[in-house]
């Protein structure tokens, strides 16, 4: 009988309470060597604060680290987990923007010093981004904030992936697909497979049930600050893994899509800039339309393009009513981070809050109450901080924003990327039951199972549009094959 693979790392016992959220309920997490454990639960669920005291970048309340068999508790940070051969690929990521590709190694690479310290750091991201992701077209010289949101998570998870003088037994992925499209999220997913089979280990945060159960060898569930089930991946179907977080697993698309193309006016009208053979985007009134392709291919220039020049009806844009943008890039695009939960909800409907020249507090804050139990967001107070909440409950207020206003459009840039999947069924309710109402959406995703919640799809490639297709002419075989041919002219 084989040996037990040897454990990495442990930790008993971790409880971790942010004033009257209990983060954690004291959590035991064990770590073997050659497996990727696979980590599931809904937003708030305690998977992030878990990896980060994992990470060094936050210290439990109570309980013990092990690692290799010593006790580290005392003194653990963000160093001693280098050292010891723990990174993570944070759902936020860490890269500082100003700086270069290169540079951001050095961050996390001090070894990389001395006269020539910076041509050796780019030699070393370049072959381990050209490893992880072929054809990714980064160089090491570009500073990171010019980067897109997906060519910045490449950086990261390369970063996190390169060795210099500390070893690599354990990498945490939190989130790692969320920003990048199908190509390259199953270029990563290949790879975590082969450092796996290579001795070390991953923990692979997923919020796609998918990926989560194609690629971990154990998956343990995480609900409300506890470990509520752990078992051997194959253990688990999707619908018996949706139900062990806490969710009912139900059919999540209709299959009466009534088309609302010959209801009059379109409400949106669009041609990207690069278009040139008149080929144009519409969208009428009620319509969810699907912007696919893959990611940095002008989807998400065109939600811009409309949200800031749509209502001048130009000869290229032209949209007939209010609108609202959800980013996907919360960080850079979408939250207030000085703000409170309440008032990052009501700053696009501060004119139906105001009184004269003041805005009524007591209807802020009972439209940000409304759309928090609509919306579950997971907090005891919207006024606290807007960064009290996770990543996914931070999304969730954004929706909450555009879902509150009067806008008659929508404009969705990804905007699901780390949210769990109870919460998805949720919001594709939502958004149908908005539909229906009137209101028009226009959602770039790089996800096939949400363009089937779309009534029409169009797919980008290099900045055009390369074919339009109805909601009964679309199958993820014409989508891929599109994305990656010209249409023909």
């Known amino acids: 009988m084989a040996d037990t693979p040897a454990e990495i790392v442990r930790l008993d016992g971790a409880e971790k309470q942010f004033g009257a959220v209990r983060a954690l309920a004291g959590v035991d997490l064990a770590i073997r060597t050659s497996e990727c454990l696979g980590l599931v639960g809904h937003n708030g669920a305690g998977k992030s604060t878990l990896m980060n005291i994992l990470a060094g970048t936050a210290a439990p309340d109570r309980g013990r680290i092990t690692i290799e068999g010593r006790d580290l508790t005392f003194g653990y940070g963000a160093a001693s987990a280098h050292r010891h051969g723990i990174r993570c690929v944070f759902q936020e990521l860490s890269l500082c923007p100003n700086l270069t590709v290169a540079e951001n190694l050095r961050i996390m690479h001090p070894a990389l010093s001395g006269f020539g310290w910076q041509r050796r750091a780019g030699r070393l991201i370049t072959a381990k981004l050209d490893e992880i992701f072929p054809g990714h077209g ?21 970063r996190a992936f390169t060795v210099t003088e500390e070893p690599l ?17 199953g270029q990563l997913l290949a790879f975590v497979r082969q450092v796996v089979a290579g001795g070390a280990s991953t923990i692979l945060i997923s919020h796609l049930l998918g990926e989560i159960l194609g690629t971990a060898d154990r ?51 669009a041609q990207p800039l690069s278009q040139g053979d008149g080929r144009e985007l519409t969208a009428f009134r009620g319509e969810v339309v699907g912007l696919a392709g893959l990611s940095g291919h002008g989807q998400t220039e065109l939600l811009v393009r409309l949200a800031t020049e749509g209502r001048a009806s130009s000869e290229r844009y032209h949209v007939a009513g209010p609108v609202a943008l959800v980013a996907g890039d919360r960080q850079s695009d979408g939250i207030f981070p000085l703000w409170s939960i309440a008032r990052n909800i009501s700053v696009r409907s501060l004119k139906a809050l105001s009184r004269g020249l003041l805005i009524d507090a007591a209807r802020e804050a009972a439209l940000a109450d409304d759309w928090r139990r609509r919306i579950n967001i997971r907090t005891p ?23 509150g206003s009067d806008a008659a459009i929508v404009l969705m840039d990804d905007p699901l990327r780390g949210v769990d999947v109870g919460t998805k069924q949720e919001i594709y309710a939502m958004i149908r039951a908005e539909a229906a109402e009137g209101r028009t959406f226009l959602w770039y995703t790089t996800e096939m199972d949400e363009l089937r919640h779309c009534d029409h799809v169009y797919v980008f490639r290099n900045g055009r549009i390369v074919a339009d297709l109805a909601r009964d002419a679309l199958s993820e075989e014409k989508v891929l094959h599109s994305s990656f041919e010209e249409a023909a002219s």
Do not use: C, H, W, Y
């Not at 037994?169 to 999220?185: M, N, Y």
């Not at 107070?381 to 879902?403: E, Y």
């Open 219 to 269: 998956v343990m569930v995480m609900r409300d600050g506890k470990v509520v089930d752990a078992r051997p991946a194959g253990d688990f179907t999707r619908n018996s893994l949706v139900s062990a977080m806490g969710s009912v697993a139900r059919e999540e698309i209709s299959a009466d899509f009534a088309s609302k193309r010959q209801e009059g006016v379109a409400q949106v009208r």
């Open 381 to 403: 107070d919207v006024a606290n901080n807007i960064l009290s909440l996770s990543g996914g409950n931070q999304q969730k207020a954004l929706f909450a924003r555009a879902f």
């Open 169 to 185: 037994r354990l990498v945490i992925l939190d989130e790692p697909t969320s920003s990048l499209d199908a190509r390259a999220a």
């Open 138 to 158: 980064i160089s090491a010289g570009e500073i990171v904030g010019d980067l897109s949101i997906a060519r910045r998570q490449m950086v990261e998870v390369a």
